[in-house]
């Protein structure tokens, strides 16, 4: 069994996958996010390290409150980036008959060697997947996160056609992301897949600040506002998010 390095655990999440999830925050991530609100996450060094076994323990501790849909979700930090922890934990969840959810960037993935192979394994004890869309613009998405998406936007597809589902996730960050033309590429994109059971618009907000002075980094969308109500609504309309809003009924 392969130690992950972790930044931190949440025993009750809402958020993060189908009912009530058991969320596990790995350290390390390759993307410089300029809306990141955990910058504290970066650097996989100063991560905890802990077993898939002590985690899986800790985890089944809380089961009965987890519902019919929920389970474990490991989010970041990018939990890509430790593809033996992942399938080392997620097959001991699903020897326990436990749903399994990744919430991830896609920033390290690759079609490529050893690292493909392992993803592919991952998968087969991978239920579901949270993929953030950063910014369909590719040029726009190099400023904003410090990597290119072609990569990320392969992994898409490569999701799509193992019919792997997924929720898509869209931050909305004035003058970066809700511009109209920018929504619209956005939802031609996620029409083209035939694996997304949902779509959140999911509003910039400012609380991270706090942590970038603390750890003597710039913040990048220093006076940023955050997006209106109007504009939130928008974005959820161009998106069609009220289509996918209907599986959850």
């Given at each position: 069994?392969?130690?992950?390095?972790?930044?931190?655990?949440?025993?009750?999440?809402?958020?993060?996958?189908?009912?009530?999830?058991?969320?596990?925050?790995?350290?390390?991530?390759?993307?410089?996010c300029a809306f990141c609100h955990n910058p504290d996450t970066w650097n996989m060094a100063e991560g905890k390290k802990m077993s898939p076994e002590e985690i899986i323990e800790d985890a089944l501790k809380d089961r009965a409150y987890w519902g019919t849909k929920g389970?474990?979700?490991?989010?970041?930090?990018?939990?890509?980036?430790?593809?033996?922890?992942l399938i080392d934990l997620f097959t001991l969840a699903k020897k326990e008959g436990v749903n399994t959810c990744i919430d991830t960037s896609g920033g390290p993935f690759?079609?490529?060697?050893?690292?493909?192979?392992?993803?592919?394994?991952?998968?087969?004890?991978?239920?579901?997947?949270?993929?953030?869309?950063?910014?369909?613009?590719?040029?726009?998405?190099e400023k904003l996160t410090g990597r290119p998406n072609a990569n990320i936007i392969e992994m898409f597809r490569y999701l799509d056609e193992i019919k792997k589902p997924i929720w898509i996730r869209h931050v909305l960050v004035p003058g970066v992301s809700d511009k109209d033309e920018y929504l619209e590429?956005?939802?031609?994109?996620?029409?083209?897949?035939?694996?997304?059971?949902?779509?959140?618009?999911?509003?910039?907000?400012?609380?991270?600040?706090?942590?970038?002075?603390?750890?003597?980094?710039p913040y990048r969308l220093e006076g940023t506002p955050m997006?209106?109500?109007?504009?939130?609504?928008?974005?959820?309309?161009?998106?069609?998010?009220?289509?996918?809003?209907?599986?959850?009924?």
């Open positions: 069994m392969t130690d992950g390095y972790i930044h931190s655990i949440e025993s009750f999440g809402a958020v993060d996958g189908p009912g009530m999830r058991f969320i596990v925050f790995t350290a390390g991530c390759p993307l410089r389970g474990i979700t490991v989010s970041g930090g990018e939990p890509l980036m430790q593809l033996d922890f690759t079609k490529e060697g050893e690292w493909f192979k392992k993803f592919q394994e991952l998968m087969k004890v991978t239920d579901i997947l949270l993929m953030d869309i950063k910014h369909i613009d590719p040029a726009e998405h590429r956005t939802r031609d994109f996620i029409r083209s897949l035939g694996n997304v059971e949902r779509v959140e618009i999911l509003p910039y907000h400012t609380l991270g600040i706090a942590k970038y002075k603390e750890l003597g980094i997006p209106s109500q109007e504009r939130v609504e928008n974005a959820r309309r161009i998106l069609e998010c009220n289509k996918y809003d209907a599986w959850q009924k």
